[in-house]
């Protein structure tokens, strides 16, 4: 999926996209220390039960750990937070610049 941002301001347009290209790479950055810190917080639980936490999610319940309900309830709120974060991430860095001059020239 492609997603453009075209920026248009009756002044200094031209100044204005880096700026918000800026911006938003300060917000992928940030996104992708969110991710390293989640991915962290959930290696010991795959390490702990030899699975990874997609497999997890989809296969297992609180009854097959032994930390039980508490446990299980961390796992998947992490896991959860680590996929919107991912999404997030993925939503941000398909962006493409549309340089607005460009397109009145033609």
Same mark, same amino acid.
Request: net charge negative; charged share 30%; no cysteine.
């Given at each position: 999926?492609? &997603? =453009?941002?075209?920026? #248009?301001?009756p @002044?200094?347009?031209?100044? *204005?996209l880096? /700026?918000? $290209? +800026?911006?938003?790479?300060?917000?992928?950055? =940030?996104?992708?220390? +969110?991710?390293?810190?989640?991915?962290? $917080?959930?290696?010991?639980? #795959? #390490?702990?039960?030899?699975?990874?936490? +997609?497999?997890?999610?989809?296969?297992?319940?609180?009854?097959?750990?032994?930390?039980?309900?508490?446990?299980?309830? !961390?796992?998947?709120? #992490?896991? @959860?937070?680590? %996929?919107?974060? @991912? =999404?997030? /991430?993925? %939503?941000? =860095?398909?962006? @493409?610049?549309?340089? &607005?001059?460009? *397109?009145? !020239?033609?």
């Amino acid at each position: 999926m492609e &997603t =453009k941002l075209y920026i #248009e301001s009756p @002044q200094n347009g031209k100044e *204005l996209l880096p /700026l918000v $290209r +800026a911006a938003i790479e300060a917000e992928i950055n =940030k996104l992708e220390l +969110a991710m390293e810190l989640a991915n962290k $917080r959930l290696a010991p639980f #795959e #390490e702990r039960y030899n699975v990874t936490s +997609a497999y997890f999610i989809e296969n297992w319940a609180a009854e097959n750990l032994n930390g039980g309900d508490d446990e299980y309830v !961390s796992w998947v709120g #992490e896991y @959860q937070l680590q %996929q919107r974060l @991912q =999404k997030r /991430l993925l %939503q941000l =860095k398909e962006i @493409q610049y549309v340089d &607005t001059e460009l *397109l009145r !020239s033609h």
